[in-house]
């Protein structure tokens, strides 16, 4: 990260991608999305040659789910699906793809194995919540937060030991800690253990703390495509979604190999889809707008939120922020 493309981003929206009376997904549309996306984010003639781009058949490929409000804002198995099949065009055999996400619960509810080619592997690092043998010991950030008795959180195993490229497959959400959920986010807390320790009460860390894991070797360089899912989204109440009226549907998938450039273009779906409900800003930063609580008023937040981890992260090295020099394509399909 950022990749060969930093600040190019693509995105290609369809109103048959996804029926918001029910979230069916229309799996030939959402093919043609991502053949569309991949072929404009490359400048390649063909889907195969875009994907060829950045797989081979050396290459053991972790597609990086975020099942956190699974069972409706999630990685699509639909989407999922497309990135696999295309994987194995592009020569990867389906024996060295892992679908992963941290904890089973989460993952398995969605059946993606009913999605996927056969022999591709769909893996939970935590075989159990709180299991720690997923996680490699020599590699990890450490810092203490609050006080809290450990202050180590280490990167999964499987992306130090067996990985040689990721493909990380976030959602369009808002996050009650960090602002949005996106790519940054989705690829540095969902490699990391021990990482909900970063906020506690009002208060959070997410500023710094994002940022910091997703530039931690090999994580960094391992992850080579972003591919957002945006057939449908959460507004208000993230990551875990558990109001339907703060679910929406953008239609859209975005792929970039820069996750800093595709955060910033995630800031501002989320922050005008509020501002049109009249929902406060992702980047107000009042004390008097917060609460605990279910969070059924998308005027209260739980945390001071910190959108500006996107920002930062940009400072890092790991993209481009300033919209004057973000390139986005925009498609139908």
Known sequence: MPGPFPG???????EKSIDASNSNVDIPTVREMMSRGMRMLTGAKTERDAWSRFFNSSDVVGIKLNCSGAPRIRSSPEVVGAIAENLISAGVAARNIFIYERFPDQIMKLHYERFVPAGANIYAVENARG??????????????????????????????????????????????????????????????????????????HTLSFIGTLANIEPLRSKTVLQVMDGLEGVWHGGPF??????????KELIFGTDPVAVDRILIDIIENKRKSEG??????????HLARG??????????????????????????IYDMSKIHATSLEV
Request: hydrophobic share 30%.
């Open 279 to 288: 929902a406060l800003s992702i980047w107000d930063r009042s004390a008097g």
């Open 294 to 319: 279910r969070n059924e008023d998308p005027n209260v937040n739980h945390y001071i939120r910190e959108p500006g981890h996107v920002e930062y992260a940009a400072k890092m090295g790991l993209g």
């Open 8 to 14: 190019r981003v693509v995105r290609v929206h369809s």
């Open 131 to 204: 299991s720690i043998t997923g996680y490699d010991p020599r590699t990890y950030v450490e810092v203490d937060f609050f006080g809290e008795e450990d202050t180590r959180s280490n990167m999964v195993r499987m992306v130090t030991d067996r990985l040689t490229k990721i493909v990380n497959v976030p959602n369009i959400k808002d996050h009650q800690a960090s602002g949005v959920t996106g790519c940054l986010k989705n690829i540095a807390y969902g490699n990391f253990s021990n990482v909900g320790r970063s906020h506690r009460r009002a208060r959070t």
């Open 241 to 250: 979604s558990t109001i339907p009226k703060f679910r929406f549907f953008p």
